[in-house]
């Protein structure tokens, strides 16, 4: 099999076993709220990289300029303290298949991070993408009576809209740091800068024991468990090796089907509504992403 086409057929996979883990964090956040849920995420997908730092002799302190190790535990804080809570609140909020929608605003947000911060300029393309993405987002919350969505709507999109900004800055900043250190070593550090950040936000909240125990129950323990080895353990890896077997732009298109898996499994599974609206807002939303990727 050529390199090319494995690298495609990760990208695809990435994304249908990313879909497979929303689902089960869906699942999960139906008892776990989104700070717990999140603190348990990062400790153990940190706990399971460490051993594989180890084994592949990657150092655990390389030479780096200090402002990249500041930008590595910046992203950390923004990506995954910030962002992956703010993503568990609006799946609490707005199920599966909505947040998928609400996901792919993270395209246009890095596009506008990149113009930000590294100044490159998007293409007409490009900005015609995230057009298309905001108009999905607005088509699947429309309502023909022309009122307002429902307060836990608009709440639930403000949460997933901040919550991409948020990831797009966070990788932006990171990027050069890619070019001096493993990807890995970089991964670990984000890991371990978001779960301090964590667990001081963690440690003002009320009834931190109640929140800790709905962990330990069955049901969402394995939910949550499932949610992560899935998304932040399998998915990862995959789209580290898709990205490097082929194009940027090829792995990155493949890995917006990730929505449409979503939503999918999200009306089979839990048995989300599935309407000619969320289904257009799914193409626009699909079509829009894969316009600025490609642009």
């Known amino acids: 099999m ?10 695809l996979l990435c994304a249908g076993i990313w879909a497979g883990a929303v689902i089960f964090f869906k699942l999960a956040g139906n008892n776990i709220r989104p700070l717990p849920l999140n603190i348990y995420k990062t400790t153990l997908t940190a706990i399971i990289i460490f051993p594989f730092l180890i084994l592949t002799g990657i150092p655990l302190i390389p030479e780096l300029p200090n402002n990249q190790w500041l930008a590595i535990i910046a992203s950390g804080v923004l990506g995954i303290t910030i962002a992956d809570t703010l993503f568990f609140a609006c799946l609490n909020r707005l199920g599966a298949g909505m947040t998928a929608i609400v996901e792919c605003l993270y395209a246009p947000f890095v596009m506008t991070a990149s113009w930000l911060f590294l100044y490159e300029n998007p293409s007409m393309a490009q900005v015609g993408g995230a057009v298309l993405v905001g108009g999905a987002v607005l088509v699947a919350t429309y309502k023909k009576s022309g009122t307002l969505p429902p307060q836990k709507i608009i709440i639930g999109i403000l949460y997933g809209a901040a919550g991409m900004a948020t990831m797009a800055i966070s990788i932006v900043i990171m990027r050069p740091a890619l070019d001096l250190a493993p990807l890995f070593w970089v991964v670990e550090l984000r890991l ?10 963690f440690a003002f ?6 929140q800790l125990a709905l962990l330990w129950e069955k049901g969402s323990r394995l939910y949550a468990f499932l949610g992560t080895i899935l998304g932040n353990l399998i998915a990862m890896t995959l789209w580290v090796a898709a990205f490097k077997y082929t194009s940027m732009n090829s792995a990155a298109i493949l890995n917006q089907t990730s929505t449409i898996f979503i939503v999918i499994l999200a009306t089979i599974l839990l048995k989300e509504r599935f309407t000619r609206r969320r289904f257009l807002a799914t193409i626009l939303a699909v079509a829009g992403s894969v316009f600025v990727l490609a642009g």
């Open 2 to 11: 050529e390199l090319d086409l494995l690298g495609k057929l990760m990208a």
């Open 205 to 210: 909240q009320k009834n931190r024991l109640k």
């Open 192 to 201: 371990l800068a978001a779960l301090v950040t964590l667990l001081f936000m």
